[in-house]
């Protein structure tokens, strides 16, 4: 454990790698299916982030994805169109939207949300618990930052 503390530019460019590789093949599991709608990645990102924040503000999803009001309007937009989501005023401010995911979205988003499931499920199933808390912790303090 000791050497983790003096992690040399190969042992951090071997973790940058294998990240970039768990994240393709968890997000190629369900390709076909995204790809049957014409949806890419940035439409999963937004289903996924509505699904697990529900009533979500356009503001706030901006703020998460960390993307321009404009990129993520051709997204909504496809989102709407298919069914997916559905925008409800907010009822003290109704100048701002909530987002919703719709009848349609839940049931494509859990097809998909099961697509992933197998793979990471597996993955966490055949690792030590300790392994797993360290692991969440880790992902966690590469996203803030530190």
Known sequence: MRDLLYLKDEQIKDF?????YAYRETFADPKDLLSKKYFGPAH????????????????DLIFK??????SLNRVLRDLLKNKMIKQIKNREDTRKKNLFLDREG?????T???AQKKRIFNALRNSEPESVIKFKEVLK??????
């Open 44 to 59: 999963l990102r937004a289903l996924n982030l509505i699904e697990r924040n529900p009533g979500i503000s356009l503001t």
């Open 141 to 146: 303090k590469i996203i803030d930052g530190k």
């Open 16 to 20: 940058i790698q294998l990240l970039f």
């Open 65 to 70: 994805l960390k993307v321009t009001k404009q």
């Open 106 to 110: 839940k049931q494509f988003f859990e």
């Open 112 to 114: 998909v949300y099961n």
